[in-house]
């Protein structure tokens, strides 16, 4: 029998290695290195400037004042990172007044700033005088470029670590392992593996456990086995992480009892499950239909006053109900979610009431960011919001749309608004023409159009004189095709004297006279009166062409309006509009 070392007691053997021999897949929750890390590491601490003077003890309030202190520095130098170029971001970080040292650069790094930025901060930060950075700077920014994937970047910074003399430690090791097999880098995450232990690390139960998910998540179950008995063996307890990641893999293989009896075993050692650990195995147990499982688990949950995760719950609630079983215990663990739901209709009902509840949260917190002007967390709860499919009233997606724009953030406005197209929310008249705006600013034409489009399609209309306009600065922009587009989707009572004149020009500035005298012919058969404005337009670009002949065509008919037309003050709006747009040679 394998025995656990003290007072972990023992698994024997058969229930334990055999079960992981099989081949099956081991998947786990998808946590992060960072969450791993919390387990069992050793924290950096504020450096302490010694000196030979004798300081009064600070009172407890002045201590809480120097944390808050030291939060909104952290705070102040991340949006600094954020939202500053580098070059303005340098020299606002030369006028603070504060004293750079490891604990606080690596604040700075762990308030996840651009990645850019970060590593311009980093070298930046190590031309600081007497500033150094240490293992917890070089992890951190090695963690950085591990997130995004950039394994070389990583590497050279791991590699200057080495040549520089720096500690390299377990947590350091652990993460370059979990980089490299996030990576698909099997055997790089090995190859660290076997350096960690060559240079005689202290091995920790994060850094074991971490390399056994490695293995698992590659079907090297052997090996993940031999991993596991190497921690016990090395006195290295293993932790409520430890024996999830056991027996997720033994429910995957099917080995429903030798799981539990791990769960009743880790007790014994001094281990409690925690609430994570109770909804992924009854999620498990649920896929399954192992009902005598999940009643083993409730029972503790029940004891231990833990609860299950909604989605979690409503799926255990209609497993029991497939299964004819009762789920009194189910509703006695969960009194929170216990709504009395008992049909499928009502089971949506639920869903739909706790959206609604998740809505009014993120609302509040979207209209605290707003207030605070942090956009990047909106957009952070924006993206989230899309996954879970949280829907925000069409006041709010306006107003982020309207802030973003006011602040030239092209990309935070063209999130909100792909978020309201998802969801369905119609948005406000002025948070269309804000994104309309803002898109013509940034020369995207073929947005404007799109965006247009989707403004028709709500029901809000351009207007005259704004749809009048919209085809008339597409066309100074040379984009006829879009100009077209807006022009098709204007109402036919919006499609008039200026509008039309609008389309002419859009031709006429890219060249294509002949396409423009066209969309004039089609006027007339519509019966559509030409303004003074259509004239002044036609004759700018027939002579800038060098069609002298039809322009004095045009002149004439021009001469003619001008002399028997009707007198200004009982000119159309529509007229006046074009009038005024055209009130010249404006063929660009």
């Known amino acids: 029998m394998f025995r656990f070392l003290g007072a972990h007691g023992y698994i024997g053997r058969s229930m334990l290695f055999s079960a992981m021999g099989s081949d099956r897949a081991f998947g786990y929750w998808k946590s992060s290195i960072r969450a791993l890390h919390s387990l069992h590491q050793f924290r950096q601490k504020k450096p302490v400037q010694r000196t030979s003077q004798k300081f009064r003890k600070p009172t407890e309030k002045e201590n809480v004042d120097h944390k808050i202190y030291m939060r909104d520095t952290i705070g102040n130098i991340s949006k600094i990172l954020r939202y500053l170029t580098w070059d303005s971001a340098q020299e606002q970080l030369e006028k603070l007044s504060i004293r750079w040292d490891s604990y606080t650069v690596n604040q700075v790094l762990k308030s996840h700033p651009p990645m850019e930025k970060a590593w311009l901060f980093f070298n930046w930060a190590s031309r600081l005088k007497g500033f150094k950075h240490d293992q917890f700077t070089y992890t951190t920014m090695l963690d950085i470029f591990g997130e995004a994937r950039r394994i070389e970047s990583m590497n050279y910074v791991f590699q200057q670590m080495q040549e520089k003399g720096i500690k390299i430690d377990a947590v350091t090791y652990t993460s370059l392992m979990h980089w490299f097999s996030n990576d698909g880098d099997i055997e790089g995450a090995v190859r660290v593996w076997k350096e960690m232990k060559a240079k005689g690390c202290c091995l920790t139960v994060v850094s074991y456990t971490a390399y056994m998910k490695i293995l698992f998540d590659n079907k090297r179950v052997k090996e993940a086995a031999d991993v596991y008995k190497e921690m016990l063996q090395s006195g290295c307890a293993p932790n409520c992480y430890t024996y999830t990641v056991l027996m997720e ?70 497993t ?60 952070c709860l924006l993206t989230g919001m899309i996954h879970k499919n949280t829907r925000l009233d069409s006041v709010i997606i306006s107003q982020i749309i309207e802030v973003n724009c006011a602040h030239c953030r092209i990309n935070g406005a063209l999130l909100a608004f792909e978020y309201s197209v998802k969801m369905g929310i119609n948005i406000e008249r002025i948070a269309y023409l804000a994104l309309m705006g803002v898109f013509i600013r940034a020369n995207s034409f073929p947005k404007v159009a799109d965006i247009v489009e989707k403004m028709v399609r709500a029901g809000i209309s351009l207007g005259m004189y704004l749809g009048a306009l919209l085809i008339y600065r597409l066309g100074c922009a040379r984009r006829p095709g879009s100009a077209a587009k807006v022009f098709g989707l204007l109402p036919d009572d919006q499609k008039g004297t200026a509008a039309y004149t609008a389309l002419i020009s859009a031709y006429f500035s890219s060249g294509n006279v002949d ?51 009707h007198s200004q003050d009982i000119v159309s709006m529509d007229e006046k509009i074009c009038n005024l747009l055209f009130s010249g040679n404006l063929v660009s």
């Open 515 to 565: 396409k423009g005298l066209k969309i004039y012919k089609t006027m007339q058969r519509k019966r559509i009166h030409p303004a003074l404005g259509t004239y002044n337009l036609l004759l700018a670009g027939l002579e800038k062409k060098g069609r002298v002949r039809e322009a004095e065509i045009y002149r004439k008919e021009k001469k003619t309006l001008h002399t028997h037309g």
């Open 320 to 379: 029991l109900k497939v299964a004819g079983e009762s789920d009194i215990l189910l509703r006695q663990v969960n009194p929170h979610l216990n709504v009395g739901l008992s049909s499928k209709e009502e089971i949506v009902e639920f869903k739909e009431t706790v959206a609604d509840v998740h809505s009014t949260i993120d609302r509040g917190f979207v209209l605290l960011f707003l207030t605070k002007q942090n956009f990047y967390a909106i957009d």
């Open 249 to 318: 893999h033994l429910t995957g293989s099917g080995k429903y009892k030798a799981a539990l009896e791990i769960f009743s075993r880790m007790q014994e050692a001094g281990v409690q499950p925690d609430k994570a650990t109770c909804n992924i195995l009854i999620e498990k147990f649920c896929k399954t239909g192992q009902t005598w499982a999940i009643t083993q688990i409730l029972l503790y949950m029940k004891d231990n006053f833990l609860v299950l995760r909604y989605p979690v719950y409503l799926e255990a609630l209609q």
